[in-house]
């Protein structure tokens, strides 16, 4: 059963604590911060409330936010520092799209998804990987992709199945009922219990500990090779 629907407080209002040992209590919401990722350089920046404008501190772009939600045939660019969802039946029309978040359920027909922080993979995206750019890259459960190109970024999880080429340097997190099958190079690997890894594994190549960057539950197949290790 979901909770019964209940506007959030806005920033700065003063809301009732429920009734408690201590009586009433009131409680100011503080100001939630957003990261914000600039689009011209990846600089990643903290604000305060969300912003629909801002400018980046490092490289002093002025960047535009707010989220788009599409369900149909889309042919307009977009740059945003928000979040861009793709529904099941939207299709990106030739334009590229840069968000801070994308979220892919549709297709995209000759258009570029930049994602400058993650990029989510939902059943029945569909999409050219040589215009992917994604910071962090997730496959939900029920979502299966054969990439036919390397892919370069800084953290993958994986719920559904993957077969590709990863080259990571952060954390790959393999979920429990995941498949991740191919090339993996990463920084640090973990394998929930109930993940299948049939992929050929190298971990922490750069790291002077390498099995301390390893934590595998009990998969399918593991076939892991751990430089340094036999
Ligand atoms: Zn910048």
């Known amino acids: 059963m979901p909770p019964p629907h209940q506007e959030p407080p806005k920033l ?57 939600v599409i369900d149909k045939e889309w042919f307009q660019p977009i740059r945003t520092t928000g979040n861009v969802q793709f529904l099941p039946g939207a299709v990106l029309r030739g334009v590229d799209v840069t968000a801070k978040d994308i979220s892919l359920a549709g297709s995209t027909e000759h258009g570029g998804l930049h994602a400058c922080r993650r990029l989510e993979l939902w059943p029945g995206a569909r999409f050219d990987i040589t215009k992917l750019r994604v910071k962090d890259l997730v496959v939900r459960r029920g979502a299966r992709f054969i990439l036919a190109q390397a892919i370069r970024c800084r953290n993958v999880e994986v719920e559904g199945e993957l077969n590709a080429i990863i080259f990571a340097e952060g954390l790959v997190t393999l979920r429990s009922g995941g498949l991740l099958a191919g090339e993996i190079d990463c920084a640090r690997l973990f394998v929930e219990e109930g993940g299948g890894l049939e992929a050929h594994v190298c971990v922490g190549a750069r790291s002077s500990a390498p099995s301390a960057n390893v934590l595998v539950g009990i998969g399918r197949n593991h076939s892991l090779e751990i430089p340094g290790r036999n």
Do not use: N, W
């Open 12 to 68: 700065g209002e003063t809301v009732e604590a429920p009734k408690g040992i201590m009586g009433r209590i009131a409680r100011t919401i503080v100001p939630v911060r957003y990261e914000v990722v600039c689009y011209e350089c990846e600089y990643a920046f903290q604000v305060s409330g969300q912003i629909h404008e801002t400018t980046c501190p490092k490289c002093r772009a002025r960047l535009k936010g707010g989220d788009y």
